[in-house]
DNA sequence: TATATAGGTTTTATAATAAAACTCGCAAAT
DNA sequence: ATTTGCGAGTTTTATTATAAAACCTATATA
């Protein structure tokens, strides 16, 4: 139990602000998902200071949360795109923007996000129990090595 | 198409960010998921300089994403507890905390977050459909009040 | 009564952010 | 072929946020 604790510090989260924290960062990355690649882009939408955008996306392409190539038919355009790593934030971003929603905002802001396929609303991010519960923070419990039940199968 | 990436700009990742984009605001968030509940608590859990701890309390507080209430026992103690908003917060630190785990530290980081119930570890965060289909990036499409098909119940 | 604790504030130093002007390589127009 | 303009930054200077340390006040404990 002061195991637990003990360890707590060096969860993941620590590691996942180093390049998400800063200022600007879920913005830049949102309009990467809206489909903005290149720098003007960047610095007409968000309206932020030409430095800082310059800083933030060297340290995205430093963390391998995008990734920069030329343009060879305009030797002047480079494009940003987000890496698997970068596009593997997906989940979080929506999840804080519907958090925005339901508890700053006020429920429905459009345009909304639908599945393409059906067009369809998408479900509320949340976390879920192996077979799907819906749970919350009193669902939960820190566990270490030994207390985790494999996922055995029958065979 | 237009009209969607004008309305764009006023989703409300902004306004989430507002309470939850400085620094710091995560990992006292965190620190509150596992159980904390004082000022000195935090300050020596995360090692933040206390001016500026205090200044993020006040602004959850303010916020409505804790709640401060001093104790009868011993009128020196605060004690700050996650409001419901605030606890909404789950599913997006975890989010953040899983992509963490997955893409900076390395998977299997202990302790790890388990179901209470039947103390099996909980799913990957994820965005889904409708019918529960996980979806990615390019599952996903803007609609605008028209498009978007309203659940009919058939009676 | 003296001492320690909890939860801050103040002061001062340092680092991050912002606004504006500037640079440089390339492309398009004249 | 020269000028003009664009895309992607950098530099400079001003402002704001963060940090470290000392200090303060009300309460509790010895």
Redesign the pocket.
């Known amino acids: 139990m002061g195991k637990v604790r003990e360890n707590l510090a060096e969860c993941s989260l620590p590691a996942a602000l180093e390049s998400m924290g800063?200022?600007?960062a879920f913005l830049i990355l949102r309009a990467a998902f809206n489909g903005l690649?290149?720098?003007?882009?960047f610095?007409q939408e968000l309206?932020?200071?030409?430095?800082?955008?310059?800083?933030?996306?060297?340290r995205f392409v430093e963390h391998g949360i995008m990734e920069?190539a030329s343009?060879p038919?305009?030797?002047?355009?480079?494009?940003?795109n987000l890496t698997p790593k970068g596009s593997a934030l997906l989940p979080t971003m929506i999840a804080l923007r519907q958090w925005g929603e339901r508890w700053e905002t006020g429920e429905p802001a459009f345009p909304i996000l639908v599945d393409v396929r059906d067009g369809r609303p998408i479900q509320e991010v949340a976390v879920l129990s192996h077979d799907g519960r819906k749970l919350s923070k009193h669902d939960l419990h820190w566990a270490l090595p030994g207390d985790v039940p494999v996922d055995t199968p029958a065979a």
């Open positions: 800063e200022r600007w690649h290149h720098f003007e882009e610095q309206g932020i200071a030409r430095n800082i955008l310059a800083n933030r996306l060297a920069r343009v038919e305009d030797r002047r355009k480079i494009v940003y």
